[in-house]
């Protein structure tokens, strides 16, 4: 039986979250530049744009945060709506209700008997359901927004950390930057 073996080792790291780049954790930074073939000022310069980069990603996922988070009541307010004309119907009772027309502007209906309900769908797109269809459908799409969100907010956890791990890196460089330029000063007084 033959073996093979990897010139690599195993990472241990993630490289990248859903195409947010990982930041890795400088140990040695004479290393490090060495590694990207940089002096100090052009890896500051790399990683102050890395840092501006996570920070335009975290801003695209926040506002994907905000419309999910307004998106989950909305649609759960659609199933309790739906859920209330099934009761009604069942119990054979009129519903008297007020729904917005407009802005700030009420009308009040009366709901007989229905079998179906018309939802929004998006992009002036409006279709009927049948009762159990639209809960259904209504059902799916809260799970998979609630799903949505659990993804989001763990891809803003790793953004965090690479923002975290970013900005340790650059305070890293820059401090080895001001020792390194001592160490030179002292040496040239001694001389």
Known sequence: MATTTSSSPPQTEVAERRGIPAASFVKDVEAYLNQLGLDVNSALAFLQERLQQYKVVEMKLLAQQRDLQ?????????????????????????????????EGIYARARIDNTDSVCLWLGANVMLEYSCEEATTLLQNNLENAKASLEVLVADLQFLRDQVTITQVTIARVYNWDVHQRRVKQTSSQDS
Do not use: G
């Open 70 to 102: 307004a998106k989950i009541p909305d649609i759960e307010k659609c199933l309790d709506v739906v859920a209330t004309l099934q009761a009604k119907k069942e119990s054979d009772e009129t519903l008297l209700t007020d729904f917005e027309v407009s």
